[in-house]
């Protein structure tokens, strides 16, 4: 079983975000990190081949894939601290300013490019980018490889070349399949990603990651990059900050100062 995560550098959502003047998410290396909802997309990836027989499982591989500048690697390094076999890196400056179209064109790409040296069963994903928020690079993908997609998944299982996916909407689950090869994004129910031991935090520090340029997966720069990018950012602005914020800080009576709040305000 040969696995593909794609995962995406993310700045640290604790951290001073903001835009540059252009309106593209500033990145820094500092900062960056794994996005968090891809780390569901790395521990279902590795629950699945642990479920494996010992013979299945020595073939088996799981690889995080990102789209990216040379930053990005720090994504790559705590994927491999979770426990992932290896590591690709596409990047190349003509990435520069890609829209989710022009990124999944990439990633779409690179897994056509990994599954024709070793053939890949399943591209697992996160639910979404927590900068970009897009929710669609999954899908995009799935149409770039013409593959089956099923998305949102909370529970995942992969027998006899079917894979299997619940996926809760409002009162309802949905139960749906599709053939291997296929593409799954999970949400943040599907799992609860494990801590790295300490071991895989020190070995993560020295693995290889492969990285690809352009020309490897078979792409012209102009499909890529802000060139090929079907929308523009306009404009963008910080929003000011809400201006009746009243903070209480909680020194034992922070449930009566609440309360107090909420009669002030007519809120009960
Ligand atoms: C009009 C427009 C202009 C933009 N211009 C720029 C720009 O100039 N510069 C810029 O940096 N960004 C730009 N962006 C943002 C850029 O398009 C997104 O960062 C990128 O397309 C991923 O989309 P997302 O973050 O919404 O991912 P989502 O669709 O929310 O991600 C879903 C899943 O796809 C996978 N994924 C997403 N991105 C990657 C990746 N890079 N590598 C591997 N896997 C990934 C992950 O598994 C993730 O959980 C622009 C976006 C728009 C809409």
Same mark, same amino acid.
């Given at each position: ?31 960056? &990190?794994?996005? *968090?909802? #891809? @780390?569901? $997309? ?7 081949? *642990? ?40 990047? #190349?400056? $003509?990435?520069?300013?890609?829209? =989710? ?7 779409? %790409? ?12 399943? =591209?697992?994903?996160?639910? %979404?980018?927590? +900068?970009?928020?897009?929710?669609? /690079?999954?899908?995009? =993908?799935?149409? *770039? ?13 992969? @027998?006899?070349?079917?894979? *299997? !996916?619940?996926? +809760?909407?409002?009162? /309802?689950? @949905? ?6 090869? %296929?593409? /799954?994004?999970?949400? +943040?129910? /599907?799992? &609860? ?7 895989? !935090? ?28 079907? %929308? &523009? ?15 209480? &800080? ?9 309360? #107090?709040?909420? !009669?002030?305000? #007519?809120?009960?």
């Amino acid at each position: 079983m040969r696995i593909v995560v794609p995962v995406k550098h993310v700045p640290d959502i604790h951290s001073d975000r903001g835009l540059t003047p252009e309106g593209r998410v500033r990145r820094g290396a500092e900062d960056g &990190t794994l996005n *968090e909802l #891809d @780390e569901n $997309a790395v521990e279902a990836a590795l629950q699945i081949v *642990e479920a494996l027989d010992e013979a299945e499982r020595a073939t088996s591989e799981v690889v995080a894939l990102t789209v990216g500048p040379v930053e990005a690697d720090a994504a790559l390094r705590k994927a491999f601290q979770i426990g992932v076999d290896s590591a690709v890196r596409l990047g #190349d400056d $003509a990435l520069a300013g890609s829209d =989710v179209f022009a990124t999944a064109t990439a990633v779409a %790409a690179a897994v056509r490019t990994l599954d024709a040296q070793t053939p890949v069963d399943l =591209v697992i994903t996160g639910m %979404a980018a927590l +900068d970009g928020l897009g929710s669609v /690079v999954t899908s995009l =993908v799935a149409a *770039e490889l013409g593959l089956p997609q099923l998305t949102l998944a909370s529970r995942l299982s992969v @027998e006899h070349g079917q894979v *299997e !996916i619940e996926r +809760d909407l409002d009162g /309802v689950t @949905e139960v749906l399949s599709a053939p291997t090869p %296929a593409v /799954v994004s999970v949400t +943040d129910h /599907v799992n &609860t990603p494990r801590y790295p031991n300490f071991k895989l !935090i020190m070995a993560a520090r020295t693995k290889e990651i492969t990285v690809l340029g352009l020309s490897d997966v078979g792409l012209a720069p102009e499909v890529v990059g802000a060139q090929a990018a079907r %929308a &523009t950012v306009v404009t963008s602005a910080p929003r000011p900050p809400r201006p009746d914020v009243e903070l209480v &800080t909680d020194k034992g009576e922070g449930g009566l100062a609440l309360a #107090d709040y909420l !009669i002030r305000n #007519d809120l009960v």
